[in-house]
Structures are given as C-alpha cells and as structure tokens.
C-alpha cells in the first residue's frame, strides 16, 4: 500500500492542531503526536519540539504528517518494528508492558 504524502503544515500559528500526547525524547527534544486539518484533509502530525533557552519550545521539521486514513498502517509497521527489535535483542519490554501487548 503506498501512502499519500501530505506536506507538513507551515510554521505558524498551530490552533488547527491538537495534541493528543507527547514524550521527551532527550533533555532538549520532545516527540508531539497531533491531529488536526490542513489542505481540508484530517491529517495525523508527529514532530520534533525543541528547548529554547528561554524555557518555550519550537518545532523543527523533523517529523511525519499523513493522512490520518494511514494511522493504522503505521500502527503495523510500528507493532512490527517493536517484535524486531524484542526478537533480535535490542529492546527488553518489562513483564507490564509486555502483558499489556498481548
């Protein structure tokens, strides 16, 4: 299946957007999972924030926008990812987390 590319939405104002979870990714980096609209489609956005000495973030454009029709097959290519990893020995899940996949 190939996806449909969507360009990122510009740099701007982002009250189109909402999100809908993050996670730090390293002390100066934050990983933002958002949905929201642009060019009239729903579209899914996972960015890269960065710290900016003056304690606020911005977006860098490292990241992924699609539609959001796309969301479950990037959950299969994820689900996939993390059963590579696990089974070559680059990632250990604790007992909960493994539970829970289950």
């Not at 809908?20 to 958002?34: A, D, I, N």
């Not at 993390?82 to 909960?96: D, K, M, Y």
């Amino acid at each position: 299946m190939r996806a449909t590319l969507v360009r990122p939405p510009p740099p701007g104002p982002r009250a189109a957007f909402t999100e809908v979870h993050r996670f730090v990714k390293s002390p100066t980096e934050t990983l933002v999972f958002e949905l929201g609209e642009f060019g009239g489609r729903s579209v899914a956005n996972i960015r890269v924030r960065f710290a900016l000495d003056d304690g606020t973030s911005s977006y860098t454009r490292k990241g992924l926008t699609l539609s959001v029709r796309h969301l479950r097959a990037l959950r299969d290519g994820v689900d996939q990812l993390l059963a590579a990893a696990e089974a070559t020995g680059r990632l250990a899940l604790p007992p909960a987390a493994v539970e829970r996949a289950a």
